[in-house]
Every structure is written in C-alpha cells, then in structure tokens.
C-alpha cells in the first residue's frame, strides 16, 4: 500500500506539482473519488477546484463493459472503443440513446456539485486534471480532451498512482504528466491505499465548498495584516 487515504495522496501529489502554484492553476478533479485528492491539491497550490464529469458508456446487456466514455463541457467529447462496439455489436440507435442517458446523467450531476455556480474558466489556464488513480484510462482520456477543447494553455495530468503502459499512453494528450507510481503488476486502483471507501455526493460538495473558502480566507488574512 503507498497512501494512507485519498487526502495524503493528494498531500504527496502536491508536493510534486509545487512549482505549478506560481501558474495560477486551476484543479479539475474527476468525481468522485478524485475530488478529495483534488482538494488537498487545490488548497496547497491556492487554486480554484471544480469538477469534470465523465461517464462510461456501457455495452448492450453489460452495463459494466465499456463501449467507451463521455465528458461534458460546452461540446460532449466521445472516445469510443471500436474494438468492444464491433465485438458486442452494439448499434448506432443503442448508442446514440446511451450517450444522451449518459450525458442527462452528467448535467445531473454537474448541478448537483457545483450548486449552482457557473464552471471554472479553463481558457488561457494551467489545468491540473487530478484522480485518484487510473487503470485502463479511457474515463480520463475522454476528460482530457474535453479539456484540450476549452483551449487551456497548458493541460497537466496529475495522479497517485497508474500502470506504466496506461501513463506512456497518455503523455500525448497532455503538456506534463505527474504520476508518482508506476508499479508494472497493477490491479485495482484501491489496492494500493490503506483506506479506499467510496466517497459519497455530500463529501464532494463539501470539499467543493471549503475549497472555495480557503482562497477568499487567505486573501482577507493578507489584506489585515497589511498596514
């Protein structure tokens, strides 16, 4: 095991991405287990922390089959696995009508998240993209271009832990990629925290809000001590 939890990978991941804090990042944590990492990445580089939705399309019959995923933003990005599509023989109306469930089920939980506050701006931005780990990487592939879309200047993956075949792949989505291990004989991402519960909708909103307040907290402790 490398973590204790999610917050001390997130306080380890930190620490690498150090020299970003000067960029005035912004933090996309992946719901939901990636948003408590995001936090303690957030708060330690003083950067504004949102969330980026991506669900996975599953095969006919086998929901938990992935024919591929979906990010939103202001255009759905798709990454399609055409090799799983041919073999379940999933058909054009099937997917078309799983993507708009998927993509409903999005925007249900983009409100439910951010309570209504508009998304971060990511135009012009370092965007740090942060999990708590990656297997495969089709979920944060589909979150990476969705990303690349909103023009950033510049797009870091950040993340504890991924097989090295899954990092060499997406290093070309990306400007940096910050993963602090790469174990070769890799199973579950949970495998390799001491505490891997599953994090709930309310802890999500809650580290969205107090993320929010550490910003405007630190700007009104330097505005009173200035003379």
Do not use: W
């Not at 990005?77 to 799983?84: P, Q, R, Y």
Request: positive net charge; charged residues 25%.
């Amino acid at each position: 095991m490398l973590f204790d939890d999610r917050h001390d990978a997130g306080r380890r991941l930190a620490a690498r991405l150090a020299p970003y804090r000067n960029a005035r990042p912004v933090v996309l944590a992946m719901p939901r287990g990636g948003v408590p990492v995001g936090y303690e990445v957030a708060v330690a580089l003083g950067a504004p922390l949102d969330v980026i939705v991506v669900r996975k399309l599953g095969a006919p019959g086998q929901p938990e089959l992935a024919i591929g995923a979906l990010v939103d933003g202001d255009r759905p990005e798709e990454v399609l696995n055409a090799d799983v599509i041919q073999l379940t023989g999933t058909s054009p109306s099937y997917l078309a009508a799983e993507i708009a469930r998927q993509r409903a089920e999005i925007r249900r939980r983009e409100a439910r998240y951010r309570q209504g506050r508009p998304p971060a701006p990511l135009r012009g931005r370092t965007v740090i993209v942060v999990d708590d780990g990656i297997a495969t990487g089709a979920s944060i592939r589909a979150a990476l271009r969705g990303v690349r879309r909103a023009q950033p200047a510049r797009l870091v993956l950040a993340v504890p832990v991924a097989p090295p075949e899954t990092v060499t792949s997406l290093r070309c989505e990306v400007d940096d990629l910050v993963c602090l291990s790469t174990p070769s004989h890799f199973g579950a991402v949970g495998s390799f925290y001491a505490r891997f519960g599953q994090t709930s909708d309310e802890e999500v909103i809650r580290l969205l809000e107090a993320a929010r307040r550490v910003p405007r907290q630190a700007h009104q402790e330097a505005a009173a001590r200035r003379p």
